[in-house]
């Protein structure tokens, strides 16, 4: 009996172990080849043609990119304190990658006579672990900060705290109405539930805005990029960094926005719900295994559009100021999202009431 | 205060009203703008294989003039250097030697002739001030260098090719725009 639970249990662990291998390093490549598509939309948005000498289109760039920050040299502050200073960036990257794990990549593959869900752990608190790993987030920012022993660094550091907790209320208030509405905090309960049926941004349109624009804070990008404003703080919390510490911390932040793109789309969107197709009755068509396979296309094409807007955004729009950031995030997102959720809260008991006061 | 001039225009300030407060549409506005410019013509040009004509007047890198027998046109008289406001050029002067006759047109030639590029810039007076048609400013310009001692460019660098002996050469120096200019 008991070798046959260790059986299983070793299949299991293979099955995750690779799943693990296969996302993380997904997530490595995309978030390197985000790098090189930041460059290209940049360039076009601005009417230029961006890297093309690193091989066709400049598709190596990338990896010109990585090998010049591990050549660079490795630089440790003298009045820093440098086990957190090393410590930082490690913990970007790590809360980064670490979100990846509940999000459901697509339903489920039969491969050597197992059915393999292709998420790494469906957990059925799904959503409150993400906003735990992603607040961890801002930890990388505030002991970079810190440690550099810098006054630009800490200023930054502070910065991305205050405006990480800020905008995480919001998000937290626009992701209560939509689980009034799917009733589950897994999310592979909620992909199920927006599966062939309408996605919950038709439910929740403000809802998406207030996380679009918190997903936004939360990954420091511009609009609300102050930890990392040059024309203030220089470079902000990754000022004293050089090499590969600081390729972390850039990573990381790619990362982040692959990751919380990959959020919305499942959130929102259907997360790998084939659009215009019903999805059972195509798996009856062609197998459960290529069903998977376009369905996470599905998903990466909703991944890459999302990506894609943050570029849009960033490259369109000025940085806010402090004072317009925490009044965005405490005097308008939060009172919309409260009202959202007290619309929404409304609407689901009349609905349980058969529409009836 | 009171206005210096007439032309000031009163800048109105109003405060913001609901939809300019949410940002959004303004931002929305902002990127239908930013997506157009995705499909416009790109101002880059690829440079090494890509070059922008210059214009017919450009003053380019000097260039040291012979005439239709090869022979260095300069006499070393200094009025290029005179009129130079950068102080660029110097010059050595020597006496042409019996048999030498087929290298320098005049008696005088330059025996040293140095530009220092770094601090020419390119003006073009040099080109006035010579009686002699010896100096001309051409289409090039100075080629990037990791010392600062080349960009002091001697005669052997300035002396454009020989016209009887590399004709190719000669016309390729000429360029397409000296046909006026030259004699």
Redesign the interface.
Known sequence: MISVLLAIETALLIEKLVLIVVIISASLLIAMYSTYAERKVAAVIQDRIGPNRAGPFGILQPLADGLKLFMKEEIIPNTSNKFLFVLGPCLAMLTAMMTSAVIPWGSQVNLFGRTITLQIADINIGILYIFGVVSMGVYGIMIGGWASNNKFSLLAAIRGASQIISYELAMGLSLIALLMLTGSLSLNTIVQQQLDHTWNFFYQPLGFLIFLVCAFAECNRTPFDLPEAENELNFGYHQEYSSMKLGFYLFAEYINMFISSAIMATLFFGGYDIPFVNDTALGGNIGLNWLALLQVLALFVKVVFFIFLFMWVRWTIPRFRYDQLMNLGWKGMIPLALINMLITGFLVLLKQNNWHF | MEALTKRVKPLERKPMNVVE????WN?FK??L???K??F?????I?YPEQKRPFSPVFRGLQILNRDEEGRERCTACGLCAVACPAEAITMEAAERKPGEENLYREEKYAARYEINMLRCIFCGLCEEACPKDAIYLSETFAPANFGRQGFIYGKEDLLIPDPVKEPEAYAKAKGNRAKTSLN
Request: hydrophobic fraction near 45%.
């Open positions: 407060k949410l940002y959004l931002i902002g990127m703008i930013t997506f410019h995705i416009k013509k790109k101002a880059t690829k």
